[in-house]
């Protein structure tokens, strides 16, 4: 039915070989998107009909609207993401992911979808789908491990903040039509390797026809007749006139972007002896020590393989220095660092990483302070706040960048957004270990941090209103009674609402760099989401 009214298509998609069966589909789905704007319009003509069916509704769209589509806003209504209330913490931030996973558009060319829920469990079911593929390993230990905590549900926050910016910016550079064009052709050519199966010998069962097991002898061979890379037509006839959608590469960048972050949980939990991680038993404790870091290195090595696949050396080195940054930022939470009261032989030399800008003029205590506080906000964005900024920075790359007015480049800005975002993460993660419970964070809590050595915010917070504090992170807790101690310290001081204000800082901070960018559905989406790092309860 609405395919009759809508046959045809225009000369511009007829050229690029569209059919016009998926044309109208698409435009149905242009249509369930300004159905509320264009429902105004209705109401301030003399015809007060409303469409109540998606065939009245789509032709009066075209009928009344079709020129005034291309200025009309498309805004996902979303609550202020600094205005909730604290007591919906627990639903706060799950409300926020769906907000965020709705904003998602799905492939191009497909059925539009009419319950947001469903475009949430489709994006995250296809996500889980393709790692898991990616993942196939031959040997049955290290396919368990590596999949392992992709089986429990967890926040998924990183691949929704790369899907999300993607979709944000993707349309702000002028070569974004040719890579949209591109990747409709070649995304069934991401799982392709760039070197001989036979030479790479790194078997998948899930994807046996681009893999290979080891096989002797190796035989030479006549070389492969190259392949013939489609060419687009010429770009005026690109025109687009839907909302941008997230290309194939963006896709598979979120996808690697969770298997790097889930290889730094199993490396993680191996160093932590953590016994419990989303609420299971951690892999360490299922799988032993020995499985769960080879598990790591398996997934670094997969997502590598992918990420080489792209085919972008600057996305290729970002998040080649995303993983080193990991490495370095579990190192510096391992070693102490000796602070001026502490002696040199306790760790590093003092001031060897973070020498004081006036170590004259600053009491010991004081400069101790900053010491500690430049090494936990290096360790912050090495640890977390690298992978966010990183990869939201690549997924405009691989959407052409573009620049602002002003000239100001769209990847800076994903960039800050990521890292500023990251931050106030990883600072509210820090809190939650003194204000929740293990069972709602899903792995230990009350001042678990202190139990490993670990003096986060909220300790050097309360080192400025109690010296005492001083004494016991220069020994990393490690006396009888330093971490009840602590915490007493912690709760008497006014080092929690502190933390919460400087994660605050840096929300703000962060929607400062999103409100660059022009307004769209993703951008309220991902303003949203960060509203609600502030409120989470795990």
Same mark, same amino acid.
Do not use: C
């Given at each position: ?269 191996? $160093? ?20 769960? $870091? ?20 600057? $996305? ?27 002696? =040199? ?67 800076? $800005? ?9 931050? =106030? ?114």
């Amino acid at each position: 039915m609405l395919r009759v009214g809508w046959r045809g298509g225009s000369k511009e998609e007829l050229a690029l070989g569209l059919d016009w069966e998926d044309v109208a589909w698409e435009r149905m789905s242009e249509a369930r998107g300004v159905y509320v704007q264009v429902r105004e319009l209705f109401e301030d003509t003399e015809d007060d009909r409303l469409p109540n069916t998606e065939i009245d509704m789509a032709e009066d769209i075209r009928r009344e609207t079709r020129t005034r589509l291309p200025s009309l806003p498309f805004p996902l209504s979303l609550p202020s993401p600094l205005h909730h209330h604290a007591h919906r913490a627990a639903s706060a931030w799950a409300s926020a992911v769906k907000s965020a996973s709705a904003a998602v558009v799905p492939p191009p060319l497909t059925t539009p979808p009419l319950d947001p829920l469903k475009i949430i469990q489709q994006e995250l079911l296809l996500l889980r789908t393709n790692i898991t593929t990616l993942l196939g390993a031959g040997h049955p230990s290290l396919d368990r491990v590596a999949k392992y905590y992709f089986a429990a549900e967890g926040k998924q926050v990183r691949p929704l903040i790369v899907l999300l910016i993607a979709q944000a910016t993707n349309g702000l550079s002028p070569d974004f039509p040719r890579l949209k064009w591109l990747g409709e052709r070649t995304q069934d050519k991401l799982d392709d390797p760039l070197t001989g199966k036979e030479v790479l010998n790194d078997y998948n069962p899930h994807m046996p026809e681009s893999s290979s097991a080891f096989s002797a002898p190796f035989l030479l061979s006549p070389p492969h007749p190259p392949s013939i890379e489609p060419h687009p037509p010429p770009l005026q006839a690109l025109a687009f006139p839907f909302p941008p959608h997230i290309l194939p590469t963006q896709r598979r960048l979120a996808e690697i972007t969770e298997m790097i972050h889930v290889a730094s949980l199993l490396h993680d939990d191996v $160093v932590d002896s953590s016994p419990t991680r989303r609420n299971a038993p951690s892999a360490p404790a299922a799988f032993g020590n020995k499985l769960s $870091v080879l598990g790591g290195d398996f997934l670094l090595g997969r997502a590598s393989a992918a990420l080489a696949r792209l085919g972008s050396l600057e $996305v290729v080195e970002l998040l080649a220095t995303v993983i080193s940054n990991l490495v370095e930022g579990e190192l510096m939470q391992m070693r102490p660092l000796a602070l001026p009261d502490a002696g =040199a032989s306790a760790g590093m030399e003092a001031g060897e990483l973070f020498p004081p800008a006036q170590p004259q003029a600053q009491e010991p205590q004081a400069q101790a302070r900053l010491m500690a506080w430049q090494h936990y906000m290096q360790k912050t964005y090495l640890k977390t706040a690298s992978l966010m900024a990183k990869s939201a920075r690549a997924g405009v790359i691989l959407g052409g960048g573009g620049r602002l007015d002003g000239g100001i480049e769209v990847k800076d $800005v994903a960039y800050a957004f990521g890292r500023n975002l990251g931050i =106030a993460f990883q600072l509210v993660d820090d809190m939650l270990d003194f204000t929740s419970s293990a069972a709602t964070l899903g792995k230990p809590s009350d001042g678990a941090d202190l139990r490993l050595g670990l003096a986060t915010a909220p300790a050097l917070f309360a080192w400025e209103e109690h010296k005492e504090m001083g004494e016991l992170v220069a020994r990393k807790f490690e006396k009888e009674g330093d971490v009840p101690r602590a915490l007493e310290l912690i709760h008497t001081s006014s080092s929690i609402p502190r933390t919460r204000e400087l994660a605050e800082q840096h929300v703000t901070a962060a929607l400062d760099a999103l409100s660059l960018l022009p307004e769209s559905g993703a951008r309220e989406a991902l303003r949203g989401l960060s509203g609600e790092v502030l409120l989470r309860s795990r």
